[in-house]
Nanobody, 122 residues
């Protein structure tokens, strides 16, 4: 089983930056793909990006590529989502998740964090 704890959400102005953290624990998390998703009010949950624990390989949605960066700290068992050049449309609850069988679809992720609110003002 994998357990995930998110932190780092908050209120920022458009153009600003914010870093989210996802601390992972469990027996097999190091072999998983870690994903970031977000969900705005009235919207479907949206894929943001992923990182593979073992290799550090990353994959991003086109809407955030070039602005968001996913990284990991193996010693701290933590994955980060660094967000820059934030836009009001980035406002959402952000979730981290763990999967051992996919990277893009939410149903492929078996474990989820509680979510953290990111609000970007204009």
């Amino acid at each position: 089983q994998v357990q995930l704890v998110e932190s780092g959400g908050g209120l920022v102005q458009a153009g600003g930056s914010l870093r989210l953290s996802c601390a992972a624990s469990g027996r097999t998390f190091s072999t998983y793909t870690m994903g970031w998703f977000r969900q705005a009010p009235g919207k479907e949950r949206e894929f943001v990006g992923t990182i593979t624990w073992s290799t550090g390989s990353t994959y991003y949605a086109g809407s955030v590529k070039g602005r968001f960066t996913i990284s990991r700290d193996n010693a701290k068992n933590t994955v980060y989502l660094q967000m820059s050049s934030l836009k009001p449309e980035d406002t959402a609850v952000y979730y981290c998740a763990a999967s051992n069988r996919g990277i893009y679809y939410a149903y492929e992720y078996a474990y989820w964090g509680q979510g953290t609110q990111v609000t970007v003002s204009s």
